[in-house]
């Protein structure tokens, strides 16, 4: 482990060179510089993990010195050295970043414990400039994965809201991703570097999530021994995505239409009204409309939240990207288990494929982690997956009712589609030797493409 690298500035010749000498007797390495100027000098030559300066100084102060390193340098870590008259330049010097103070005469011991603190503080600062690129990297809107058209305009209409706070609408099934594209447009946006902030409307009571989004003051409820921040309140200054918000009651929906409207509302059992600036998210896998037609959605409030909206269509729609998908899945459990899988088998593949997949990626994705766990060979195979998706003919049933008693043109549906599926797969997606491998005209074939979601755009 390399040794930690200490900068001593201060133009006491003595208090220099005293310093200097502790600090290497403790195994530092250490540097040092009688003024400021060469100070950050000193730090353009190679970095430093600490930084201990002195805040009086002619030509360039201690304070000079701070806000050039946390400017130019913001992983290192300053500690200023005052005399016990000039508490309030310390002071100063902590509100602009300095990290902590000694003060003249220094003492050995207080040094050591500082230093002690100080690289565990670094550790953190780096730490969480690494898990924040992660989340970067992980949430991008180019790092959804997908080719198919449907998904290229997700990506369009991502980049399009991020940089606004314009409230936007996720709708889609469960399992296609809602949350997913919420943290995306949280980190493209210029809110990226505050909370994100996710409530799942449906898992709490109505009146549990009252007090969850609004928060709450002691005695405004049996149960209420405190006072409480409210969701929207945490992500001040960032984004609330609220998943299930089909599932709020009326009188909520109440709260949330004038908090939409103008950043406002009361905590539970207080008066005094509390302003925020958040950026609102919403999904639903439910048609609003309908609900709002059914007497259980307020239209106002719907119209409120349909400003931008993102529609995630369901897997069984993206057939082209289920390979994709899989694969980027089969990188992620290779890695987590230390497994070597490489791929998957054709038969495999075609029956991942033809399963109409009710559960969307999520399913794709437990599928796949499931298949690496299991997987005794060099790849996937077709007794690897679950028998549901084994069995492509079930798979493809399942979608439409499973194994009850069908009338008989509903029942042909799900072996059509399959045997539509396995053609276009068989021809690359070519739909006119589909056409005449099936022997029926295009125009015919184009329609049932349609009608079983079988739809996919072209790589060029």
């Known amino acids: 482990m390399s040794a930690t690298r200490i900068l001593v500035i201060d133009d006491d010749q003595i208090v220099l060179d005293s310093m200097a000498e502790f600090l290497r007797l403790e195994g530092n390495e250490v540097v040092t510089a009688p003024d400021g100027r060469r100070g950050l000098d000193e730090l353009e030559n190679g970095f430093c993990n600490i930084v201990f300066t002195d805040i009086n100084m002619p030509d360039l102060s201690g304070v000079d010195v701070l806000r050039e390193i946390r400017q130019r340098h913001p992983d290192t870590v300053v500690v200023v050295i005052t005399g016990y ?13 300095a990290y902590d103070y000694v003060t003249k005469p220094i003492v050995d011991e207080e040094i050591k ?10 550790r953190l600062i780096l730490e969480n400039r690494s898990l924040r690129e992660q989340l ?4 991008r809107p180019e790092n959804i994965i997908g080719r198919d058209y449907k998904i290229r305009r997700v990506f369009d209409l991502i980049t399009a809201v991020a940089d606004t706070r314009t409230t936007v609408l996720i709708t889609g099934e469960s399992g296609t991703g809602k949350t997913l594209v919420a943290r995306a447009i949280h980190r493209a946006s210029p809110r990226a570097n505050k909370s994100f902030v996710e409530v799942s409307c449906g898992a709490l009571p109505d009146t549990l999530l009252e007090s969850e989004l ?22 001040d200054g960032g984004t609330c995505f609220l998943d299930e918000i089909s599932t709020a009651s009326p009188a909520l929906q109440v709260k949330l239409l004038q908090m939409l409207q103008d950043c406002t509302f009361h905590r539970v059992g207080a008066t005094e009204p509390i302003t925020v600036d958040v950026r609102a998210i919403l999904a639903t896998n439910k048609d609003l409309e309908d609900e709002v037609a059914q007497g259980r959605f307020r239209e106002d409030l719907y119209y409120r939240i349909n400003v931008v909206t993102i529609h995630l269509p369901p897997l069984r729609e993206r057939v082209g990207d289920i390979r ?37 990626v999520r399913e794709l994705e437990n599928c796949v982690e499931r298949a690496v766990v299991l997987c005794r060979g060099g790849s996937i195979e077709l007794d690897d997956l679950p028998a549901k998706v084994r069995d492509e003919t079930h798979g493809t049933m399942a979608a439409v009712g499973g194994s009850e008693a069908l009338p008989l043109k509903q029942a042909l549906e799900a072996p059509e589609r399959e045997i ?18 099936l022997q029926v005209n295009r125009t015919t074939l184009y329609n049932k493409i349609r009608k079983y979601g079988l739809e996919r755009k072209r790589s060029t």
């Open 85 to 97: 008259g000039t508490i309030e330049g310390a002071v100063q010097c902590i509100r602009l970043g």
């Open 113 to 122: 414990l500082i230093i002690a603190r100080a690289l565990e503080q670094q």
């Open 136 to 139: 970067d990297g992980q949430f």
């Open 214 to 235: 609004f928060g709450h003051v002691r005695g405004a409820f049996t149960g209420a021994t405190g006072n409480k921040m409210g969701k929207f309140k945490a992500a």
């Open 324 to 360: 994709l998908l899989a694969d980027h899945f089969l990188d992620l459990y290779n890695q987590e288990t230390g497994r070597a899988v490489r791929g998957f088998s054709p038969e495999a593949l075609r029956a991942m494929q033809a399963y109409a997949w009710p559960g969307n």
């Open 420 to 437: 539509i599926l396995n053609a276009l797969i068989a021809n690359d997606w070519n739909r006119r030797r589909t056409a005449d491998a």
